[in-house]
């Protein structure tokens, strides 16, 4: 992933599910962090063995990325079926 200043970002991955969740989750991270400062609160950082555990999990689940992007283009096919027009 690449933030080009004022051009945006770049994600690259080894398929496009892969390159669409980095980017989803990326995105969430930034989000909620900002959320958090905005709280003007101190921040609870979680203890280093549950971030790894967290990361072992998520590695381990391989087929989260595809899972991922299958549910998402359900939920459009369901609620905006007209995005494949435009992708097609």
């Known amino acids: 992933m690449l933030l080009m ?3 945006g970002v770049l994600v690259v991955g080894e398929s496009v599910a892969a390159a669409f ?3 989803y989750y990326f995105e969430r991270a930034a989000e909620t962090l900002l959320t958090c400062y905005a709280t003007g609160k101190a921040l ?3 203890p ?3 971030a790894a555990l ?3 999990q998520w590695r381990d689940y ?3 990325a595809i899972d991922h ?3 998402v283009k359900a939920i459009l096919d369901a609620e905006e079926p007209e995005y494949r027009k ?3």
Do not use: F, K, S
Request: overall charge negative; aromatic content about 0%.
């Open 62 to 64: 391989g087929q989260l």
């Open 86 to 88: 435009v992708c097609a």
């Open 5 to 7: 200043a004022n051009h």
């Open 54 to 56: 967290t990361e072992r």
């Open 44 to 46: 609870r950082i979680v």
């Open 21 to 23: 969740d980095e980017m």
């Open 48 to 50: 280093d063995e549950v």
């Open 69 to 71: 992007l299958e549910n």
